[in-house]
């Protein structure tokens, strides 16, 4: 049997770790091929040796049955291999056409050639039903569809092995299901892709072979159809995960979070937030499903005092905390787990023990008059280092240096220690592996049987439905629907998110 | 792992300076003169009595407050190009003080090195507003704020405290650092008490920055502005105050002229150059209170030393400035430097 890619008993170091041991990944013509692992198991640095980025300490490398030595980047190129990256290498001011043909401009008496390369670009597009409008401007296209260029791009370089890298990561469940035909219809085409993930329910859909890697070594190669997510799940983690999110009903009690006719303007003064009205109770979880960008990240914005409140009020129990600044509103009971741990859940280039005490580190006993207590902070970092089993060397490490699910279990240490009267939980288990989410998921709901309130907001429907005690649906900066998750469907919540009405709507 | 990156700390600097030192001996052999011979007149500028070396010590104490001035500030995130402007008005504060102001050296000297920290702080703190409340890049208006401390100090001086020969009256006795035990010593060098005031302010910068919740506030700014505002710190108060206590330093540098090397201060023409050199200290120095005293060491020395190279081997000036910026040079490419050990180490292979 002929390999489009044969890479064999890879073997990568770094000082200190051993990020690829003894790793073989073969892939078929014309196969999808899921490549499985999970957070910092090192798939990337797999890929990477493969793009001839890392040099492997051991292993050989196959394309199309010739050995590749000493690749670089440019070879991996000129083999066909093409990689769609996660987060997406395009420039916004640019058009579709132009980013494209970037740095591979077809050029006519010294000028570039849009015209052609636009007519290419569409030829392509209609080859593979990418559905792709060659003269737009990245900024004005969906994020679905700006992943399709990225594929464009890949293509229009005569890629024909494409590397998926996580990308289902940014899209709506439409857009998946767009996004899987596509594949489909590459491979119809005569392409071959790996597809990294850590999503099962994608590679029994979509892949025929798995290969899956467990903290740097290979575990080994399955048939998709001989398998099931359960096993799958259990070659990654390396025991058996329980995807039933366990839970008793919620006992909901008073109202902890009050937002009344909320208005939130965003930076051009446009309404993000318009007329808003949400209640969270003791007890139980709110899982806010929408579309990004209908005003979540306003929201959750406001109410932690990060975003001026334009018009309305938030109360916190009694209290109100309507443009009250962040430190005053952590001190009133509020935790947060924030979308983007990098931005703002962290200060990478601290330590993990400096982290720990983000919000608390001018209180005792962490500091005293002013001055910093190391004792008791490394103390605490240790301790919760420990409870939450965060990876870590030890708490001196930067936060830098951990992989993004233990930056996660980090923050969410930190936050849930604080034992807030109410706990926001944004994207909290974006980009994590089953385990971590498994352990994640399970913390909030201890929160909430502790009678804390939560509010959840995910793009993951499934989370928001197996998670959650209500949902709300947000559509255009308002809550368009409040549905019970015991009797909706991933199909209906998409229909809601996307301004549908539905039939049975309980309003508050 | 980490005893290997703190080596590499401190290998590559010396690595720069050796680099700096062998392509200014190429340079100045083309140029004519002799290396070997200029070097160790150099070296002997340096170390060859101690009066060279309580000049380098004397040369050290303004540049030690500088390079904290800059360093302070990179570490929580600011850039600091106005240390020259900062200086220039914390000099004229510690003159006014040390002559205007009657009162026992006990008070008299500490009140006088305070009002050149009062100046700076408050200098320093217009590009900190400017920038926290109108996102003013601190760059443009410090180097801007330069210009305005040079000619108002030295328009001040013109009008208000103008003595013969375009400077000031001496400072009082009761403020001055000078010190005839130290001058003793030194074979009558110019040196001071300053370079204990400059140590304990790398003390206060590394307690400031590394010990206090101030500090963590401040590096956490620098750091991430978004993760402290979500942690509920006021990046915009902290912007200002990393300001001021950068330009506090900065102030304190200029009393070190004011009341220790000149005792009075002259209608500057141009710039000192003080506080510019900080920045180079700082690069040096890798931004931490240690490393800054050994950069000014370095700088201070190389200064120094510079003299005797021009006065015995016929080297000018201006070469030794050639040598200083290749070493900054190398320091500042360390990316260069690691990538040649990398080299050496793997055995010349690519």
């Given at each position: 049997?002929?390999?489009?890619?044969?890479?064999?008993?890879?073997?990568?170091?770094?000082?200190?770790?051993?990020?690829?041991?003894?790793?073989?990944?073969?892939?078929?013509?014309?196969?999808?091929?899921?490549?499985?692992?999970?957070?910092?198991?090192?798939?990337?640095?797999?890929?990477?040796?493969?793009?001839?980025?890392?040099?492997?300490?051991?292993?050989?490398?196959?394309?199309?049955?010739?050995?590749?030595?000493?690749?670089?980047?440019?070879?991996?190129?000129?083999?066909?291999?093409?990689?769609?990256?996660?987060?997406?290498?395009?420039?916004?001011?640019?058009?579709?056409?132009?980013?494209?043909?970037?740095?591979?401009?077809?050029?006519?008496?010294?000028?570039?050639?849009?015209?052609?390369?636009?007519?290419e670009v569409q030829a392509l597009s209609d080859q593979y039903g990418l559905r792709v409008d060659p003269n737009a401007k990245i900024e004005n296209i969906s994020v679905g569809m700006q992943q399709r260029v990225e594929i464009l791009k890949t293509l229009y370089r005569g890629a024909d092995i494409l590397i998926f890298d996580e990308p289902t990561a940014v899209l709506t469940p439409q857009e998946i299901v767009e996004l899987i035909q596509i594949m489909?219809?590459?491979?119809?085409?005569?392409?071959?892709?790996?597809?990294?993930?850590?999503?099962?329910?994608?590679?029994?859909?979509?892949?025929?072979?798995?290969?899956?890697?467990?903290?740097?070594?290979?575990?080994?190669?399955?048939?998709?159809?001989?398998?099931?997510?359960?096993?799958?799940?259990?070659?990654m983690v390396g025991r058996e995960v329980n995807f039933k999110v366990e839970k008793n009903d919620a006992v909901p009690k008073e109202a902890v979070l009050k937002?009344?006719?909320?208005?939130?303007?965003?930076?051009?003064?446009?309404?993000?937030?318009?007329?808003?009205?949400?209640?969270?109770?003791?007890?139980?979880?709110?899982?806010?499903?929408?579309?990004?960008?209908?005003?979540?990240?306003?929201?959750?914005?406001?109410?932690?005092?990060?975003?001026?409140?334009?018009?309305?009020?938030?109360?916190?129990?009694?209290?109100?905390?309507?443009?009250?600044?962040?430190?005053?509103?952590?001190?009133?009971?509020?935790?947060?787990?924030p979308q983007d741990r990098h931005k703002h859940g962290l200060v990478l280039d601290f330590s993990v023990g400096e982290n720990m005490v983000l919000q608390t580190y001018y209180q005792k006993p962490y500091s005293k008059s002013g001055i910093l207590n190391f004792k008791p902070i490394f103390d605490k970092a240790k301790k919760l280092i420990e409870e939450y089993d965060v990876r870590t060397p030890d708490a001196y490490t930067p936060a830098r240096a951990l992989s993004g699910g233990n930056q996660q279990k980090a923050i969410i240490a930190r936050e849930v220690d604080r034992d807030p009267d109410f706990l926001i939980a944004a994207q909290p288990t974006r980009g994590l592996d089953v385990g971590a989410i498994e352990f994640i998921h399970s913390k909030l709901i201890e929160q909430r049987d502790n009678g804390k309130a939560v509010l959840l907001v995910s793009?993951?429907?499934?989370?928001?439905?197996?998670?959650?005690?209500?949902?709300?649906?947000?559509?255009?900066?308002?809550?368009?629907?409040?549905?019970?998750?015991?009797?909706?469907?991933?199909?209906?919540?998409?229909?809601?998110?996307?301004?549908?009405?539905?039939?049975?709507?309980?309003?508050? | 792992m980490q005893n290997n990156t703190k080596k590499i700390k401190f290998i590559v600097p010396l690595i720069s300076v050796f680099l700096g030192l062998l392509i200014g001996g190429i340079i100045m052999l083309i140029s004519g003169y002799k290396p070997i011979e200029a070097y160790v007149a150099l070296f002997q500028g340096i170390f060859g009595g101690s009066y060279y070396i309580g000049e380098t010590i004397r040369q050290m104490s303004p540049l030690i407050l500088s390079g904290l001035a800059v360093a302070f500030a990179f570490r929580t995130g600011l850039f600091n190009i106005g240390v020259e402007g900062q200086l220039l008005v914390g000099w004229l504060a510690a003159v006014y003080v040390g002559i205007f102001v009657d009162a026992p050296a006990i008070i008299h000297i500490p009140l006088a090195v305070l009002a050149a920290g009062v100046a700076g702080a408050l200098w320093g703190s217009v590009p900190g507003i400017l920038k926290a409340r109108f996102k003013v890049h601190e760059v443009i208006t410090t180097i801007m704020m330069n210009y305005i401390a040079l000619y108002s100090t030295n328009e001040i001086i013109r009008n208000f405290m103008l003595a013969p020969g375009e400077r000031t009256e001496n400072v009082k006795e009761s403020a001055s650092l000078a010190s005839p035990f130290l001058q003793s010593i030194t074979e009558y060098s110019t040196l001071h008490f300053g370079i204990i005031v400059a140590i304990v302010a790398a003390v206060i910068m590394w307690?400031?920055?590394?010990?206090?919740?101030?500090?963590?506030?401040?590096?956490?700014?620098?750091?991430?502005?978004?993760?402290?505002?979500?942690?509920?710190?006021?990046?915009?108060?902290?912007?200002?105050?990393?300001?001021?206590?950068?330009?506090?330093?900065?102030?304190?540098?200029?009393?070190?002229?004011?009341?220790?090397?000149?005792?009075?201060?002259?209608?500057?023409?141009?710039?000192?150059?003080?506080?510019?050199?900080?920045?180079?200290?700082?690069?040096?120095?890798?931004?931490?209170?240690?490393?800054?005293?050994?950069?000014?060491?370095?700088?201070?020395?190389?200064?120094?030393?510079?003299?005797?190279?021009?006065?015995?081997?016929?080297?000018?000036?201006?070469?030794?400035?050639?040598?200083i910026a290749l070493i900054i040079f190398f320091v500042a490419c360390s990316y260069l430097v690691h990538w040649l050990m990398n080299r050496v180490n793997r055995g010349g292979k690519i």
């Open positions: 049997m002929e390999y489009v890619i044969d890479m064999r008993n890879i073997r990568k170091e770094f000082p200190g770790i051993v990020a690829n041991d003894n790793i073989t990944l073969q892939v078929k013509k014309g196969e999808i091929h899921a490549l499985l692992g999970e957070n910092g198991a090192g798939k990337s640095t797999l890929m990477n040796v493969l793009f001839g980025l890392y040099e492997p300490e051991q292993g050989e490398i196959f394309v199309k049955g010739n050995k590749v030595v000493n690749n670089d980047p440019n070879i991996a190129n000129s083999l066909g291999i093409g990689m769609v990256h996660q987060h997406f290498m395009l420039v916004d001011k640019f058009t579709v056409t132009e980013n494209i043909i970037l740095g591979k401009e077809p050029t006519k008496g010294g000028r570039v050639d849009l015209q052609t390369a636009a007519k489909k219809k590459l491979v119809n085409e005569g392409k071959s892709i790996i597809l990294i993930t850590h999503k099962l329910k994608e590679i029994m859909e979509v892949c025929d072979r798995c290969t899956v890697i467990r903290r740097g070594r290979g575990v080994g190669t399955v048939d998709v159809s001989d398998s099931n997510p359960d096993s799958l799940a259990a070659m937002i009344k006719d909320l208005v939130v303007q965003d930076s051009r003064k446009v309404p993000a937030v318009n007329g808003l009205n949400l209640t969270v109770h003791a007890g139980e979880i709110v899982g806010i499903a929408g579309v990004d960008g209908n005003g979540q990240s306003e929201l959750l914005e406001a109410i932690t005092g990060l975003h001026k409140v334009h018009e309305g009020s938030i109360h916190l129990r009694d209290k109100e905390i309507t443009n009250k600044s962040p430190r005053n509103v952590t001190e009133n009971g509020l935790s947060h787990i793009f993951e429907l499934e989370e928001i439905i197996n998670v959650s005690d209500r949902i709300a649906v947000m559509y255009e900066g308002k809550i368009v629907a409040i549905v019970n998750p015991k009797e909706t469907t991933e199909q209906e919540l998409g229909l809601l998110m996307a301004g549908g009405k539905r039939g049975t709507v309980h309003a508050e | 307690f400031l920055l590394w010990r206090t919740t101030l500090g963590y506030e401040l590096r956490a700014v620098g750091f991430n502005q978004h993760a402290s505002q979500y942690a509920g710190i006021n990046v915009s108060k902290n912007i200002v105050l990393s300001m001021a206590i950068s330009g506090a330093f900065a102030g304190i540098a200029g009393s070190m002229e004011g009341l220790g090397t000149y005792q009075y201060m002259t209608i500057n023409a141009g710039f000192t150059g003080v506080g510019f050199d900080g920045i180079a200290v700082a690069l040096l120095g890798a931004n931490s209170a240690i490393g800054v005293i050994l950069g000014a060491a370095l700088f201070g020395g190389l200064k120094i030393g510079a003299l005797n190279m021009q006065a015995i081997a016929g080297v000018p000036t201006e070469l030794v400035g050639v040598v």
